[in-house]
């Protein structure tokens, strides 16, 4: 009996024993976070609370390509020299640019934050910056934009965040490769072409503009790097120590994840998938994480006169519940004009997305993914407040006269319409119905709908939940 006690003994330390090897090796395995990157959990969804509420921001792509209007990328795309592109640095003069307008339409559209292109790929700088030659006080324009832009919209109460490219065609220290040389494209003539230039010194180029713009522009709410691929990462962009200057210069400040830090825990706030609509929440190591996807109206960033694939106001309306119901943000694009205002087709859009937001915006703000047990309905879009227990139906096909909620009995006891607060009346089913009425199983509820559709884009449903 003793002997069988001590063997016992024996095989749980040794259990214990291995366990702890197992936590303490995989624990080691996890890059930990330096000193001046802890944060708690509860801190960070703390700092990011009222973005993770707002859910809907405008993007603002805006630099020299709106002249060509052909992409933002079009000195890339069509292997533009600098010199050449240097013409749409000599024309810049937005003699239309009404940042009060900007931010009116913004705030119409029911967006709250903002974040505005500071300086995009081509390398050229919104703002007065002390370090670069290539900004828009040398231009016609001559008046630094950030500044008037940064107070029109935190007039309109809406956050203000900047983008800021990584990538720089401009910078005489960006060293060329493969995958961005605007010019030349040979190895050898790259190579030849990379001769002097020193990202070390870049990486200090952007350390000073970065203190510029998280210095001499009030409170800035969000950052978004942009980008980092194969060649061009942690390493080149000396990301640690650049995010360790954000961090001490805006502790508040929400940061997207493009800084090449993904396989950390604190080398970003959220995941940024653009240009698609994710499947689900977003995840990462299989964990909810949070997200924010950004789209644009028609497939450029920049303004691109002659595209033509323009989203519809319901598409867009659709995008946005979709993001919110996987628990996501939408940064919507606008792509701003060489005059300087939303051509008329983004104009359109956000206004059409404004009168839909006006009524229907109590199922995006503060919203999320629904809890499982509410099965979606047929041709639907679920979101979800937990805070005020309401259950939000997007109704994308407007069905004929009823809408059968499966397993629903019981689980809210009043229906109405978001548009206009008016009644939903509903019964759980009769068992067998008569040649008049569906039947059903007995948990679920039909709601009674106008044979009509509402005159909304897409009409939402709100349940007040038990
Ligand atoms: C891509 C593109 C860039 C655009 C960005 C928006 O990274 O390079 O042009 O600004 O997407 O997220």
């Not at 705030?107 to 500071?118: E, I, P, S």
């Not at 950052?223 to 390493?235: E, H, M």
């Not at 119901?325 to 404004?354: H, I, M, Q």
């Not at 679920?382 to 939000?392: E, G, I, V």
Request: proline share 5%; net charge positive.
């Amino acid at each position: 009996m003793k002997k069988m006690q001590l063997s016992v003994v024996l095989i749980r330390m040794t259990l214990a024993f291995v366990f702890f090897c197992i936590q303490y090796t995989s624990t080691a395995q996890q890059p930990s976070a330096p000193s001046w990157a802890a944060e708690t959990a509860a801190a960070k969804e703390k700092r990011m609370q009222w973005w993770t509420h707002d859910r809907f921001g405008m993007f603002i792509h805006w630099g020299l390509y709106a002249l060509p209007a052909r992409h933002e990328w079009v000195q890339n795309r069509e292997r533009i020299t600098p010199e050449n592109y240097k013409k749409y640095f000599h024309y810049f003069n937005p003699d239309m640019f009404d940042p009060a307008q900007w931010a009116k339409e913004a705030k119409a559209a029911g967006m709250k934050y903002v974040v505005l292109t500071t300086k995009h790929h081509e390398g050229f700088c919104l703002w007065d910056s002390k370090f670069t030659d290539y900004k828009v006080t040398n231009t016609p324009y001559k008046k630094d934009l950030l500044r008037s832009f940064v107070e029109a919209f935190r007039a309109e109460g809406i956050r203000v965040g900047f983008y800021y490219s990584l990538i720089d065609w401009h910078h005489p220290d960006f060293v060329y490769d493969g995958g961005h040389p605007p010019t030349p494209i040979a190895k050898e003539d790259r190579e030849k072409a990379n001769a002097g230039r020193n990202m070390v010194r870049y990486q200090e180029y952007m350390r000073n503009q970065i203190t510029e713009l998280l210095t001499k522009y009030g409170k800035i709410d969000q950052l978004f790097f942009d980008f980092s691929y194969a060649g061009k990462g942690r390493k080149e962009w000396d990301s640690e120590n650049l995010l360790k200057l954000v961090r001490k210069l805006q502790p508040d400040i929400i940061v997207n994840d493009r800084l090449d830090l993904n396989e950390t825990t604190w080398g970003w706030d959220y995941k940024t998938p653009e240009q698609f609509m994710p499947k689900e929440w977003v995840k990462v190591n299989g964990q909810k994480v949070p997200w924010e996807t950004c789209q644009t109206f028609s497939g450029s960033w920049g303004y691109f006169r002659d595209e033509y694939s323009w989203k519809s106001p319901e598409q867009l309306v659709v995008m946005l519940a979709e993001t919110v119901s996987k628990g996501g943000n939408l940064l919507l694009n606008v792509g701003p004009t060489a005059r300087g205002n939303f051509d008329e087709r983004a104009s359109e859009r956000l206004a059409a997305l404004g009168k839909w937001m006006k009524f229907n915006s109590p199922s995006v703000y503060g919203c999320t993914e629904a809890p499982e047990y509410f099965k979606k309905p047929a041709n639907s879009i679920l979101t979800y407040n937990a805070a005020t227990k309401r259950l939000y139906i997007h109704v994308l096909e407007w069905p004929f006269k009823t809408l059968l909620l499966e397993g629903y009995k019981d689980r809210f006891k009043y229906a109405q319409l978001l548009q206009d607060g008016s009644e939903i009346r509903f019964s759980t089913i009769t068992k067998s119905g008569g040649h008049t009425t569906e039947t059903s199983g007995e948990n679920d509820v039909m709601l009674q709908l106008p044979v009509q559709k509402p005159n909304t884009l897409v009409p939402v449903i709100e349940l007040i939940l038990e």
